[in-house]
């Protein structure tokens, strides 16, 4: 509020007090022989108290009591080269551009050579340690620390994580820890009273809360995730938090902010627990992450599309584009067809396609109900997998180790299409060699001495094998450099 404003408040403040002191005095003090004052009969409505709709405002103190032990404080280090940021970090810089002010969100640390510094949340969902988080909150880092809520601090292994759902799993050397109860986000309707818990700033087990304002969010860098906006007021450190519901049951993984000023304006979104859960069962038992494919493009039907295909509402999934020899493709799916339902759930919006089909197996049968031409098909779609996205810690080359120093990953089919690279592998994290050299977090590894990289396994073959000095070839924001390394 401007200093202008602020005036015009008091003196309109100042006004009412006045007129409202004048007649209070002006009838306290009024001697006994004037004339009575006029008697001013006030409306019958203005004498009776205003009904208020709907019911009190929940006590949440129980819930908080209940949970606080559940949720944790992680902090993460490593090491970064000045100016360098991964696509997945935790933290957001000044000169950052995410579309829409979207950001993902972990407590702000240092920058330049010296080590580099993270907070998040996390919240425990077995007795044994294990423990849920976001992947950006741990992605990269050399070091994950878990601290309790009673002081005590562990050590974490990262079991896995996924970038495409950002979910990462963490586990601890303990036993006999409190855990959150899970429920469901998909029992949850708009208006209801959410509560989050978590360490903003740094600030541990704060408690915030607010309403669900929307379901099924489709975000820039969430194609896989089914969004729960919310207006809780979440925060830097926040990241990878509890959303319980009023029962006391976790509903979601706070996620993402929308951000001008990379603080809380407003709108927060977070992972629903169904998506988290599936990710944690799938790297608890297999150590890596399979989601379904159709191999289609897709984009939202307006009103005017809907007109154009002659549909009754504007509805369902447009297919734009078939990917040659994908499931949909064999299925006979075309460009200009319209996927109104999968497996008998309706389609109403084309972002709820690929949140249904990612959490399908792969081998299962899809029955879509497509619009061709005037009428409704029936389609059976064998669904396919993606490559795997990320494998278990264990699998992952670690950054610390070996001649290059870097830790990488596969490449993401999005990734694939964004940056136009048909073969390569993602750095996530640097040091040694490859950090000397100026390789730097988020850069693809294209080719090594002029050998095309297609998986982690031969790059490291590669470097094994390689004598003092490698040309390593690298794909930077669509734009390829060779970077000379020392391997020493």
Known sequence: MNSNTLKLTAGAAAVVAALTGAYTIGHANAPASPAPAAQVTLPAAINQPVPVAGAALPDMSGIVARNSASVVNISVSGTRKAGARGPRSPQFDEDDSIPDFLRRFGAPHNRGDAPARGLGSGFIVSPDGTILTNAHVVDGAEEVMVKLSDKREFKAKVLGLDTASDVAVLKIDASDLPTVRIGSAGNTRVGEWVLAIGSPFGFESSASAGIVSAFSRSLPDGSYVPFIQTDVAVNPGNSGGPLFNMAGEVIG???????????????????????????????????????????????????????????????????????????????????????????????????????????????????????????????????????????????????????????????????????????????????????????????????VNGEAISSTEQLRDLINKAGKRIAVLVDRGNARIFIPVELG
């Open 253 to 447: 993984i706070n996620s993402q902010i929308y951000s001008r000023s990379g603080g809380y304006q407003g709108l927060s979104f977070a992972i629903p627990i169904e998506v988290a859960m599936n990710v944690e069962r799938q790297i608890v038992t297999h150590g890596k992450v399979q989601r379904g494919r159709l191999g289609v493009a897709i984009q939202e039907v307006n009103q005017s599309l809907a007109d154009s295909f002659g549909l009754k509402k504007p509805a369902g999934a447009l297919v734009g584009s078939v990917e040659k020899g994908s499931p949909a493709a064999k299925a006979g799916l075309e460009p200009g067809d319209v996927i109104l339902s999968i497996n008998g759930k309706e389609i109403a919006s084309s972002n709820e396609l690929p949140a249904i089909v990612s959490s399908m197996k792969p081998g299962e049968q899809a029955k879509l109900q497509v619009w061709r031409k005037g009428e409704t098909r029936p389609f059976d779609v064998e669904v396919g997998k993606f490559a795997d996205e990320q494998v278990a810690s264990n699998d992952t080359p670690d950054a610390g180790k070996g001649r290059l120093g870097v830790a990488v990953r596969p490449l993401t089919p999005e990734e694939q299409r964004r940056s136009d690279v048909s073969n390569g592998v993602v750095v996530q994290n640097v040091t040694g060699a490859a950090a000397r050299a100026g390789i730097k977090p988020g850069d693809i590894v294209v080719a």
